[in-house]
């Protein structure tokens, strides 16, 4: 066993909601270790969709957004097929969004950006160490490292966050039930990165969706000509449709008659897998000084494409909020609204999945439901609708006047401060707006946006003030005269304005 090593936040787990939490601490100046099982960086493909959301989340968050992007495919458009006819278009932009196309790039690429990012703040991932015990205190977490060769190591940290996956030693070893939501049973899916030859051509900017009898396929393009390509299906009346990964034979074999098509043939293929199809989540995400993120807190049958997404998205709320408890002295409470924001999120996702793997393997979808659902599920995907009315955080002091409410996200770049947000209205009150930037604590900036072009929003008939979250969130709406409701705000969620002197080095 070899010495004991110390830091404010240990994270396990290298995977995108990992590296999000830490670089959300590190960026912040909280001391933060990172430990990965796996030796090496991650070289599959496998998350490949990024929404809108989370492309505005590593904006604020200091990645190179714009060369990440260059290394991607834009999705412009999804384009619906049932039993072989095109039936439909759907324009993927969104204009209220900074970052208003989808980007389609391997996890590996966005995993290598993030961990660039971490080492410029100075945290390098420990590889080849998996937990191995785990013990907490009132005070800390003691965690067992075991290493790849074989040698074992302490770690003590005052809070410990659990971004392993969906077989979380950390959830099972705190006793967390991992229930299930809904087990696919009859449903399979499989998949591969591959080229496409069917009988007309597939654009780079497009991905294509076929729907047929019992079953649906995804061809999403990726960057170097590919596409990943989704078989769901029913499986054969005997429940036996091959074991192990499958060939690619299988799979275009697969989806000749979903796609409608008399061939399909598939080339160049990588990383072919075969997955039962499940829903599952955990009963909590905070157990004491130990937190739930990612795959560890819940997983979702991959039909949306989400899993990645929401993982960075948990652990971007989460990261500002621990570190505001870690070093700031922000009460521990603030970590009970990570939960109480996140798991609705999750939990709408798991019953939106659960609707469209029934309806995708129907025996005979018909085209008017195709088109409701395409509807309907279009401005969810891309997670910029995600808000928090009835959080612990919101304040709404505006009820029923236009522009955003507390709790919605706030149009524009925001970056990862807190930020008041001062729309004057066309007959400003100086004096109160002066004496309000006078007043305003110090952990807070402000912007006073005469013409709503600094937010992305209108100008109002009156005076508004939007006190938005590090994450870009509204914590508080309200008007001029409500100066010292932000002040008792920021006193609940953050207590007093802390000496900033982080417990361990």
Known sequence: ??????????????????????????????????????????????????YQRTLEVFDAMGLPVDD???????????????????????DMAEPGSSRPYPLVVGQNVTERYLERRLADLGVTVLRGASAETVAQDDDGVTVTLRHAEGRRSTVRAAWLVAAQGASASIRDALGVAWREWRRFTGVRMLQI?????LPFALPPDEAHMFFGARGHVGCVPLPDGRHRVFVVRREPADGDDGRGDPEPAEIAAAMAPLCGVGEVRLSDGLFAWRVRLQNRFADRLRVGRVLLAGDSARVFAPVHAQGMNTGVQDAFNLGWKLAAVAADGAPETLLDT???????????????????????????????????AIAANRPKRTQLAVDYPDSPLTRELLGGADGPAAGRRAPGRWDGRWTLLVLPGPRPDRERIRRLMTDVDPRVEVIVDVDGTRAGLAAPDAARIYLVRPDGHIGLRGGLEHGPQVAAYLDDVLGPVPRRTPSRA
Do not use: K, N, W
């Open 193 to 197: 990165d591959a080229r496409v030859h």
């Open 68 to 90: 990440y992007v260059a290394q991607g495919a834009r999705m412009a458009r999804r384009v619906y097929h049932l039993f072989g006819e095109r039936i439909g278009t759907v």
């Open 1 to 50: 066993m070899s010495g004991l090593m110390e830091t404010e936040v240990l994270i396990v787990g290298a995977g995108p909601t990992g590296l999000t939490v830490a670089v959300e601490l590190a960026r912040r100046g909280v001391p933060c270790r990172v430990v990965e099982e796996r030796r090496l960086p991650r070289q599959s493909t496998r998350g490949c969709t990024v």
């Open 338 to 372: 990570y939960e109480a924001e996140r798991r609705p999120v999750f939990e709408e996702l798991l019953a939106r999945t659960e609707r469209s793997l029934d309806f995708g393997v129907q025996e005979a979808p018909g085209r008017e439901p195709l088109l409701a």
